[in-house]
């Protein structure tokens, strides 16, 4: 399992994940599921992965091959139009892949070769986009009224996100909601953990990125850490009170 998520911004994008997979408790591993395709001054495209490692990997070289390939012919992220013509596209690779690793187990139908994304960025002339490609390879798009997209272990960091973040949020303050987030479950489920992969972009800046890498005892993340466990137990103990609790 792991947990990824993006918010979009008046004022640009945030994206975070986690890089934890796991097949069982005794094997672990380490895998970055953010990935960034960037041509200066012309496009910033962002990917968040999420599902059957093998999937989500091939799914990504096949991207970087065909963008580097200046003989493909159809679209490829370097040419795409638009952000949503490019996730569709995304969508697409993304099917055909699924369909072949199904064929390679396909005595074992219960072998799931499933993978999520998150696609976002900004192409010059347009302004910045969202979605979230499933499985079957379509798509949906973040909104004003919905901002953030999440793929994977998703619960138990959505409620700092449906309180904290609306359309007009600072990208500073969308990042440290996105980051609460991603601790909040951490602490609580074991197949999500650092390092955290954070990347804000700015809107019309076209590849001037801010990007960080956050391990577990990161200063800034501890810090975080404890200042929102603090927060949490002061605001808890000053809730209203039963009536009998005032009774002498």
């Known amino acids: ?14 994206f975070a994940s986690d890089s934890r997979t796991h097949a069982g408790v005794d094997n672990i591993n380490t895998y970055r599921k953010m990935h960034s ?27 970087e091959a065909e963008a580097k ?15 949503s013509e490019a996730a569709e596209y995304v969508g697409r690779i993304s099917r055909e892949i699924q369909n072949y690793q199904q064929g390679l187990v396909k005595q074992q139908s219960s072998f799931n070769v499933g993978a999520s994304f998150i696609f976002g960025g900004q192409i010059q002339g347009s ?21 953030f997209l999440q793929i994977g272990e ?18 500073e303050d969308a ?12 602490r609580s489920n074991l197949s999500v953990g650092p390092p955290i992969d954070l990347l804000i972009y700015e809107k ?7 990007q960080i890498n956050l391990k577990l005892n990161h200063p800034y993340l501890a810090g975080l850490r404890k200042q929102w466990n603090t927060g949490l137990r002061r ?10 609790e005032s009774k002498p």
């Open 127 to 147: 302004t910045p986009e969202l979605y979230q490609i499933y499985p079957e390879g379509n798509f949906i798009g973040a909104s004003p009224e919905h901002p």
């Open 175 to 186: 990042a440290r909601a996105a980051l609460v987030s991603l601790d909040s479950t951490i």
């Open 37 to 63: 395709f960037i041509w200066e001054k012309d496009r910033l495209l962002v990917l968040l992965s999420a599902g059957n490692l093998a999937t989500t990997q091939a799914v990504v070289r096949r991207l």
């Open 1 to 14: 399992m792991t947990y990824c998520l993006a918010i979009a911004l008046d004022k640009g994008l945030v």
């Open 69 to 83: 390939n200046d003989k493909h012919e159809g679209v490829t992220l370097k040419n795409a139009n638009s952000i």
């Open 204 to 210: 019309d800046s076209l590849c001037n990125e801010t």
């Open 154 to 171: 998703t619960k138990y960091g959505k409620p700092i996100l449906d309180r904290i973040v609306k359309s007009n949020t600072s990208l």
């Open 235 to 244: 605001v808890f103990d000053e809730l209203p009170r039963f009536d009998w």
